[in-house]
């Protein structure tokens, strides 16, 4: 009699069909198509994009020195420390600005877009003027403003102002969405009006979901008025990265004002964390 | 003792709202602002945006030229959305708490991220304008860089989050460090990362009209031309095919959203 190894034993079991362990899913098939269709766009991209004629690794290796010349050799040229530091509190205020303002028009609003809060007409005719207006780049709201307004902080602040209110009626609204029905029920039986339910209920138990995106806006409203004022003439340290980077040509002051922003976007983000933990320990 | 509560909460809200106004206050002044000039612009904005910014015959036989920028530019912001998530996936690997290898690489990644996001993308394009030029590389390294600051955080959250469970049981069956990854952390984190991805996507393209202003490139640029040839149909109707492929977009993507979530 033939011996019997563990081999043979073993081997027909093998080249039988693998056992499908996942079994087929509509959600899995989108998943895997999104991929293909990215990679696919992405490589398209790749192909027709327009080089101009740019040695791909010469211009990373300039990049590469730039980089090297901008963080290690940065010095002001034009103007001095406490100047740089007043320009980057301009732009701290036009962010500020465009918040406050933002956020107080962002708040009626997001109560009128709220659906357990308005009748479904005015929630919805809201809810879609806000995506348009939401769909609008921050840079063309600013533009499109400094026709009339001309260049400056009125243009910036206004154009900023709009596309923040897209961002937070949505932000507001869904977290006034997620409040419990019964607390509004309650107060209503009580025989509580519209208002005292939103002062008493709707804002107080929804307050530290405002806060936290709010301040995340004034995150995002930061970098922002960075961007205004090289694109559209808004004034602080944007503008002045602008000058050094498009007219003198000045890699050394250019890698000092990114010092400036990267340091405050780095505290901004700081206080945000702490304010967070603050909240929810402070519920 | 009821009385003193309901005063102090007086008391506490009135102080916050005097303290708002006065940075409001403070902030005014120090940006220049005018206030008057704010709550008047609006409505002239409203008239001549009425009277002027609207596309005329002309801006209508710019179109092919619009919709050709507009596709290269939703190709840079694909491109540097998904080049940057696959980079930004290992980084939130070796950053994220339940799958790192050691202290070292999870410091580097968080730093990595930090500097990457909290740089605006208007400030890398303007580096990056040095040794690029005005070619269609300045803008996708420029999204490139803020997509991948952006997507290691979010990344690295949410594979915090979800995976915790599942990595902890295959860690126990003896899998490999490998394996672990792509049969616990993969398949538990992917719809999530893909919804981030999505989002990085729809918030590229908005950057990229900034940057292409900045950089002479794609949809921006065209706009910027015609702005400053005071051409405003022809601006209009680059605003309009923006603010549809962008509705568009956010379309598709809350469909694949509801599908794999």
């Known amino acids: 009699m ?105 708040l009626f609003l997001g109560l009128f877009a709220a659906q357990n809060l308005s009748s479904p007409l005015l929630s919805n005719s809201i809810k879609n003027v806000i995506a348009i207006i939401r769909a609008v780049p921050t840079v063309l709201w600013v533009l499109i403003f400094a026709v009339s307004a001309g260049l400056g902080s009125v243009a910036a602040v206004i154009g900023m102002t709009f596309h923040s209110v897209g961002y937070l009626v949505k932000a507001y609204s869904e977290a006034f969405e997620e409040l419990d029905h019964g607390v509004i029920e309650a107060l209503q039986a009580g025989g509580a009006n519209w208002w005292q339910i939103v002062w008493q209920a709707v804002i107080p138990s929804t307050l530290t979901y405002l806060v936290s995106w709010t301040f995340l806006r004034f995150e995002i409203n930061f970098a922002a008025a960075i961007a205004m004022g090289a694109a559209a003439g808004a004034g602080g340290i944007g503008f002045d990265l602008f000058m050094a980077s498009n007219f003198y040509l000045d890699l050394r002051e250019a890698g000092v004002i990114t010092f400036f922003i990267l340091a405050v976007a780095i505290l901004l983000e700081i206080i945000a964390v702490r304010l967070k933990k603050y909240l929810k320990t402070a519920q | 003792m009821l009385d003193n509560f309901f005063l102090r909460k007086r008391l506490k809200l009135s102080l916050l709202i005097v303290l708002i106004l006065a940075i409001t206050y403070g902030a005014i002044l120090i940006a220049e602002y005018d206030i008057i000039k704010g709550f008047t612009s609006i409505p002239e904005a409203f008239v001549w945006g009425v009277q002027n910014f609207y596309p005329d015959a002309n801006a209508f036989s710019r179109l092919p030229n619009i919709l050709n920028k507009l596709i290269e530019t939703v190709l840079i912001s694909v491109a540097s959305a998904s080049t940057a998530a696959i980079l930004a996936f290992l980084f939130a690997i070796l950053g994220s708490h339940t799958t790192r290898i050691n202290g070292f690489f999870a410091s580097i990644s968080r730093l990595f991220a930090t500097l990457f996001r909290n740089i605006d993308v208007a400030v ?111 601006a209009s109707l680059v605003v309009i095919m923006v603010v549809i492929a962008i509705l568009a977009l956010e379309a598709l993507s809350n469909f694949i959203r509801r599908v794999i979530l």
């Open chain 1, 2 to 106: 033939k011996d019997l190894s563990t081999k043979d034993i073993i081997k027909p079991l093998k080249t039988e069909k693998k056992i499908k362990v996942k079994p087929f899913s509509k959600a899995g098939l989108v998943i895997r198509l999104t991929l293909i269709a990215l990679a696919g766009l992405t490589i398209y991209g790749f192909i027709t994009f327009d080089y101009k004629n740019i040695t791909f690794f010469e211009a990373l290796a300039g990049s590469l020195t730039n980089f090297r010349v901008m963080f290690t050799e940065a010095h002001f040229n034009h103007f001095t420390f406490s100047e740089a530091l007043y320009q980057v509190l301009i732009t701290l205020c036009l962010a500020l600005l465009t918040t406050i303002i933002g956020a107080i028009i962002s």
């Open chain 2, 124 to 234: 890398w394009s303007m580096i990056l304008l040095f040794s690029f030029g005005q070619s269609a590389l300045t803008g996708y390294f420029a999204l490139f860089f803020v997509s991948f600051g952006f997507l290691t955080r979010a990344f690295t959250e949410t594979i915090d989050e979800v995976s915790n469970d599942s990595v902890e049981a295959l860690r126990a069956t003896g899998a490999s460090y490998i394996s672990t990854i792509t049969n616990a952390v993969v398949p538990s984190s992917a719809p999530q990362l893909i919804s981030w991805l999505l989002f990085m996507i729809e918030t590229n393209i908005r950057s990229a009209t900034l940057v292409g202003i900045l950089t002479g490139t794609g949809i921006g640029f065209l706009f910027d031309l015609y702005y400053k040839s005071l051409d405003y149909h022809s």
